[in-house]
C-alpha cells in the first residue's frame, strides 16, 4: 500500500501507479543477457506492437523521451527538418535539432491553438525538407494536435518526408495505429498513460525511417536506430536495461489489454468531457482551442483563482494538480487524467475544487 503521506497525482506526469504494478518492480533482479530476458523483452516488444497495430518491431530504451526525441533527428533528418509548435514541447523538440547542429525551422501558433495541415502542406511545398516533427499531445497547453490529418497529407503529397511523433502523453490513452497512419517515428516514455514509473522509452521506426537510419552517420552510440534493430532481432536491449521497469511494463500493459483497448480510450474521452463540462458549468475557461483538446489533461484558465491557495488546499485533501507550464505557468493549472485514473477519481478531484471555490 502507498504511505500514508502520499498524494495523489493528478499531474501530467509521472502518473499515479497501480499497488500491483509498483509490486513488479520489487521482483528479483535477472540478467539482462540471460535467457529469462529475452523472453521478457520479446513478451512486452509483441505487446507494444499490439498496442500500435504495428507489424513493425517495437523498441524499448533506458531513459527520457528527450533521448529519443533527440535519436530521432540523429536518424532521420538528412537536409532540414520542418518542426510544428503549440507549446513549449514542440519547441524543444526544434531546440534539440538546434543543439545537434541540424538545419531546423519551426512553425509555431498561439499556445492553446493547433497546428493545421494547411501549413505543413505550405511548408513542404517548398521542397526544403525531409522530416517534419509534431507533438501528439502538448502536455504544456492541453492541445491534441490532428496528426492523422498531416500524416495523411505528408504519405500523399510528400513522400519522401518522414512524419516523427512524440507520442509522449498520448500513447496508451489514444488509438495510434502506427502502419495504418503512415507515421515513421513514435515515441513515448511509459510515467504518462501508461502508468509506470518512470525509466523506459517505447519507440517504433518505419521501413522508411530505418533506411534513412542505415546511410546517416554521426548518430551517437546510444541513439542509433540501427543498433536498437539489431539488438531487438536478438531480443535484448543495446545496454544494461531498467529490468525493474520492464516488469512493471508488462504488468500494465496487461492491465490495458484486460479493460480493453477501446474501453480504456472510450475511459480517457469520458474523463476529458467530465472536466470540460464541470469547467463549462463553473464558468472556466479552457486554455486549448476546444476542437483540439487532448483526452489526457485539461488545461484551465485560473481566472481569479489564487493558484497557490487552490494546490494548498488541494494538497490537504491529498491530490497534487498540475500547475502551469512556460508562458502559461501563472495563467493556468491543469487535472491530468491519464494512466489509471477512473472517472470517480475525476469527479473527486472536482469536487474538492468546488469546494475551494465556494469557500474563498
Known amino acids: 500500500m502507498p504511505p500514508a503521506t502520499h498524494r495523489r497525482l493528478f499531474i501530467p506526469g509521472p502518473t499515479e501507479v497501480d499497488p500491483g504494478t509498483l509490486e513488479q518492480m520489487a521482483r528479483p533482479m535477472i540478467g539482462h543477457r540471460g535467457a529469462e530476458f529475452t523472453e521478457l523483452y520479446r513478451k512486452v516488444a509483441a505487446k507494444l506492437a499490439r498496442l500500435?497495430?504495428?507489424?513493425?518491431?517495437?523498441?524499448?530504451?533506458?531513459?527520457?523521451?528527450?533521448?529519443?526525441?533527440?535519436?530521432a533527428l540523429a536518424n532521420c533528418v538528412e537536409r532540414r527538418c520542418l518542426h510544428l509548435a503549440c507549446g513549449a514541447f514542440g519547441e524543444r523538440w526544434h531546440e534539440i535539432a538546434l543543439s545537434r547542429g541540424l538545419e531546423a525551422d519551426i512553425v509555431s501558433v498561439d499556445w492553446g491553438q493547433a497546428n493545421d495541415a494547411g501549413?505543413?502542406?505550405?511548408?513542404?511545398?517548398?521542397?526544403?525538407?525531409?522530416?517534419?516533427?509534431?507533438?501528439?499531445s502538448e502536455t504544456s497547453t492541453g492541445v491534441l494536435s490532428p496528426v492523422p490529418q498531416i500524416a495523411r497529407l505528408v504519405r500523399e503529397k510528400y513522400p519522401d518526408v518522414l512524419v516523427l511523433v512524440d507520442a509522449v502523453s498520448a500513447m496508451g490513452a489514444i488509438d495510434i495505429p502506427l502502419d495504418a497512419l503512415g507515421l515513421d517515428v513514435v515515441l513515448a516514455g511509459i510515467q504518462k498513460a501508461f502508468a509506470c514509473p518512470p525509466g523506459l522509452v517505447v519507440f517504433a521506426a518505419s521501413e522508411r525511417a530505418m533506411a534513412r537510419s542505415r546511410r546517416l552517420r554521426n548518430k551517437g552510440y546510444y541513439l542509433d536506430f540501427v543498433s536498437y534493430e539489431k539488438a531487438h532481432a536478438e531480443g535484448q536491449t543495446i545496454t544494461t536495461p531498467a529490468i525493474s521497469q520492464f516488469?512493471?511494463?508488462?504488468?500494465?500493459?496487461?492491465?490495458?489489454?484486460?479493460?480493453?483497448?477501446?474501453?480504456?480510450?472510450?475511459?480517457?474521452?469520458?474523463?476529458?468531457?467530465?472536466?470540460?463540462?464541470?469547467?463549462a458549468r463553473r464558468g472556466l475557461t479552457l486554455f486549448p482551442d476546444p476542437r483540439h483538446v487532448t483526452p489526457t489533461l485539461t488545461c484551465l484558465r485560473s481566472g481569479a483563482i489564487d493558484l497557490d491557495r487552490l494546490h494548498a488546499h488541494m494538497r490537504s485533501k491529498g491530490i497534487v494538480l498540475g500547475k502551469g507550464y512556460g508562458k502559461a505557468k501563472s495563467s493556468t493549472f491543469r487535472i491530468a487524467h491519464m494512466g489509471r485514473i477512473q472517472p470517480a477519481d475525476v469527479e473527486e478531484v472536482l469536487a474538492y475544487i468546488d469546494e475551494y471555490l465556494e469557500a474563498r
Request: net charge negative; hydrophobic share 50%.
Open 119 to 136: 501549413s505543413v502542406d505550405r511548408a513542404l511545398s517548398t521542397g526544403r525538407y525531409d522530416a517534419v516533427a509534431v507533438v501528439y
Open 52 to 71: 500500435l497495430s504495428t507489424e513493425r518491431p517495437v523498441f524499448l530504451a533506458t531513459g527520457s523521451a528527450t533521448m529519443v526525441m533527440e535519436a
Open 247 to 279: 516488469f512493471a511494463l508488462d504488468h500494465s500493459l496487461d492491465l490495458l489489454f484486460a479493460e480493453g483497448l477501446p474501453a480504456v480510450y472510450d475511459r480517457h474521452a469520458r474523463m476529458s468531457r467530465l472536466s470540460r463540462e464541470w469547467a
